[in-house]
Nanobody, 126 residues
Framework: VQLQASGGGLVQAGGSLRLSCAAS????????LGWFRQGPGQERESVAV????????DYSGSVFGRFTVSRDNAKNMMYLQMSSLKPEDTAVYYC????????????????????WGQGTQVTVSS
């Protein structure tokens, strides 16, 4: 499966953005999904992950309550709604897919993921 992330941009602190991840070449319903980010000089970190069913999600502590991950398997899409953005959220955001997976399980380790999108830049100004 090929993944394409989009929706990044420049936003002021406190603002919102919605990232999208479009899949092609495979059925996204077969994959556990996740959003990861990598800031300047930092390691890639998990932001939000979602099970194949869409019923289970998991968030990093730094974004919990501000970000919401969702998926639409019928449209082969995943989303990340980001609110109350902070300058420390500035990073390149990547979507990733993992297969095989258990239907209800989430996976937070980047090393678990087999397929990665190209990344979309999110910049939050103070």
């Amino acid at each position: 499966v090929q993944l394409q992330a989009s929706g990044g941009g420049l936003v002021q602190a406190g603002g919102s953005l919605r990232l999208s991840c479009a899949a092609s070449g495979g059925a996204l319903s077969d994959y556990g999904l996740g959003w990861f980010r990598q800031g300047p000089g930092q390691e890639r970190e998990s932001v939000a992950v979602i099970s194949r069913s869409g019923r289970n999600t998991d968030y990093s502590g730094s974004v919990f309550g501000r970000f919401t991950v969702s998926r639409d398997n019928a449209k082969n899409m995943m989303y990340l709604q980001m609110s109350s953005l902070k300058p420390e959220d500035t990073a390149v955001y990547y979507c990733a897919a993992k297969s095989p997976t258990y239907y209800q399980r989430t996976y937070r380790d980047a090393g678990d993921y087999d397929h990665w999108g190209q990344g979309t830049q999110v910049t939050v100004s103070s």
